[in-house]
């Protein structure tokens, strides 16, 4: 593919820069990770930052990604190595390329740019397209067989689980009816099934159109996102060197409150009964957390990326065994924007 620069709809901007950059702090050198490249306007931030003999490695499951972040980011050869393959996989994709602890993470968990604006991918319900949602389209399950082939029962469970979409069961049964006429092929047929779907005093409250969270759910049980994210999150802080740090950009609760719950663990691990005089368990803190409630986009930020008007930033820091954690080294600021 063709460099970055020369594809727009990868070239788009990534969101709290100058927050992440504070936490990171790549500055200070050593190897950081990018597990979610997607375009690479984050990792160009961090190369720009990176001293000489520092390294990056970014890590993408799309493969028109990765063809347009190595377009992007080619001035950095020398410093960055972009690797196909998913962040739940970091621990091998490094271990590939004989690296065994780094210095700092990012994982970026919304959709790109590029997915959400290229109809032909199927994630908006604005575009009309085939359904797919498939951030690595090599994978074999799409939103069609999802949406076509999911019993009613694990269809509320998807719509009610991963999109806390409160009419999942009116959704469900009307998908049910409608593919029994003839398979939804389309993401606007999806779409329209869904609204109708709704009760219309209801559909008409709605900022965003109806089908949103539907299409946020079945995109999630497409790409797998939250199965094993957890472990994905506990992963990434192993992999962390003593003094390295973990930077997590979330877009939805569900992802905020599985990040939220391994920092507070990392930070207080212990599993003695709440009433117990002392610890007993022997676990020790291995994570201080750096920001004591989530950091979100300045007003400014909002008001020129819509995008970023949902996210949430969380960042912890690996402790060597055995230290304690002076608890929230960075507060928000009044914007809610800046790190004090």
Excluded: W
Excluded at 19 to 44: I, W
Excluded at 51 to 62: S, Y
Excluded at 160 to 172: T, V
């Amino acid at each position: 593919m063709e460099s970055n620069q020369l594809n727009p709809a990868f070239y788009h901007a990534p969101i709290m820069v100058e927050e992440v950059l504070s936490l990171l702090q790549p500055a200070r050198g050593g190897v950081f990770v990018d597990g979610t490249l997607g375009g690479g306007g984050h990792s160009e931030a961090i190369l720009n930052l990176l001293p000489a003999d520092g390294r990056l490695f970014g890590i993408d499951r799309d493969r028109d990604a990765l063809a347009a972040a190595e377009g992007r980011l080619a001035p950095f050869k020398d410093r960055f190595t972009a690797l196909y393959g998913n962040f739940f996989h970091m621990k091998t994709l490094l271990l590939q390329r004989g690296v065994d602890k780094v210095d700092g993470i990012l994982l970026d968990l919304g959709v790109s740019s590029h997915q959400l604006d290229e109809p032909s991918r199927g994630f908006s319900y604005k575009f009309e397209a085939p359904l797919d949602m498939r951030m690595d389209q090599s994978a074999p399950l799409t939103a069609a067989d999802v949406v076509n082939g999911y019993s009613e029962k694990e269809l509320v469970r998807i719509f009610r689980d991963y999109g806390e979409e409160r009419f999942s069961p009116l959704i469900a049964r009307r998908i049910l009816e409608k593919r029994a006429e003839k398979p939804i092929a389309t993401t606007t047929e999806l779409a329209d099934v869904v609204a109708g779907a709704i009760p219309a005093k209801f559909r008409h409250k709605e900022q965003q159109h109806p089908a949103r969270r539907v299409f946020q759910a079945v995109r999630i049980e497409v790409n797998g996102e939250l199965q094993g994210l957890r472990e994905a999150v506990d992963s990434c802080i192993d992999l962390l060197h003593p003094g390295g740090r973990l930077v997590i950009l979330t877009f939805h609760s569900l992802e905020d409150r599985i990040v939220k719950t391994a920092f507070k663990t990392a930070e207080n691990p212990c599993v003695c009964p709440p009433r117990s005089p002392q610890c007993v368990c022997g676990r020790t803190p291995y994570g201080k957390v750096l920001t004591k409630h989530p950091l979100t986009a300045c007003a400014a930020e909002q008001q020129e990326n819509s995008r970023s008007t949902c996210c949430k930033l969380r960042a912890l820091e690996k402790l060597p065994l055995g230290i304690g954690a002076e608890r929230n080294t960075y507060r928000e600021g009044r914007n809610h924007g800046s790190i004090l």
